[in-house]
């Protein structure tokens, strides 16, 4: 994994917007309507193209594929593993934090994201077709792309335990290993294929506020540890180096009051056998997050990879409060641990539509323009 040697790389979480017309056929087969399945395999691929693309003219160093070919970050695991079934959802997912507020009307534009996965048989590895598809499309589009390096995002153990309703295993905690086992296949596989792996676990942090809201902080750390060392277990055999941790509170427009702090939770993020930890620090809620590194000593070899564009709002961040926010970081833990990036995907699903497309990647450019005055400072 490259590290900030001579400027501040950039990167982002992954998920990106997805055409019109794409998420039409995405929306279709989510839906189990007919669709053109074909013609979904080539909107995927011309649509990977054209998402590096425009990572490059954001100037984006370290990219991914946008995952254009997943209805969600979580959701496209029941194209992966067997075990798994869709079933509409009946009601809106809550959190605490929103009920603290009834007048509280979040916008939520998602229909893909109206269905819900149910583990209702073994899970297990399915075919690979899916997976492969995704590391082949992934590999022609970057043929002669200017990147620095490229990772693909794959969903933890933990927070499928957090999204999927368990109706088949005795407990939650065999469910939980149980998808370690399936995911250590998809892990293993996007490594070998080349890519950085970056592991999705909002779980971490915002399961206190979506699962856990009334557990005191000692037992939530207990939840979290159990589902780190699941992640480990699914680690087994990878390099640290090769896998990047991220981390965050929901993306999504709320209060966030309840979030757990940083500090209550970090020494266990510590424990996962990873070479980057990913975590917010733009976000309203999070932005002074960088003085927990006062007095917290980041792991030697623990590159930190930091949000300083907020994926919850359509305003454009000046590239001098990115570049603040950087510097902030980079004078406590040093210029070289630190990778700018954005607090969370701005697709998380495919047809989420909170920050206007054309906004997400004028944020990407003010990302990288903020990245490359923190290099002035912190390299003059």
Known sequence: MKRSTDRILTTHTGSLARPADLIDLLRAKEAGESYDAAALAERVR??????????????????????????????????????????????????????????????????????????????????????????????????????????????SPGTLSQNVSNEHYDSDDAFLFAVADAMAHEYKAIVDAGFLLQIDSPDLAMGKNAQFPDASVDEFRAVIDRRVEALNHALAGIPADRVRHHICW????????????????????????????????????????????????????????????????????????????????ANLIGRENVIAGTDCGFGTAADRTRVAPSISWAKLKAMSDGAALASQELWR
């Open 250 to 329: 929901g993306n999504y427009e709320g209060p966030h009051h309840r979030d757990i702090e940083l500090r209550d939770i970090v020494d266990v993020l510590f424990k996962a056998n990873v070479g980057a930890m990913y975590i917010e620090g733009a976000s309203p809620r999070h932005g002074h997050d960088w003085k927990v590194f006062e007095d917290v000593k980041l792991p030697k070899d623990l590159t930190l990879i930091v949000g300083v564009i907020d994926t919850k709002t359509n305003i454009i961040e000046h590239p001098g409060l990115v570049a603040d926010r950087i510097v902030n970081y």
């Open 46 to 155: 011309s649509s990977v193209a054209e998402v590096v693309q425009k990572q490059t003219d954001a100037g984006v160093d370290v990219v991914s594929d946008g995952e254009e070919s997943k209805p969600g970050f979580a959701n496209y695991i029941k194209d992966h593993l067997t075990g798994f079934v869709t079933r509409e959802r009946t009601q809106s997912r809550s959190f605490a934090d929103q009920a603290d507020f009834p007048d509280f009307r979040p916008l939520e534009t998602s229909t893909i994201g109206s269905w819900r996965l149910v583990c209702n048989g073994p899970v297990a590895p399915g075919d690979g077709a899916a997976l492969q598809a995704d590391l082949a499309n992934f590999s022609a589009a970057l043929e002669g792309a200017p990147v620095t390096e490229a990772f693909m995002p794959a969903i």
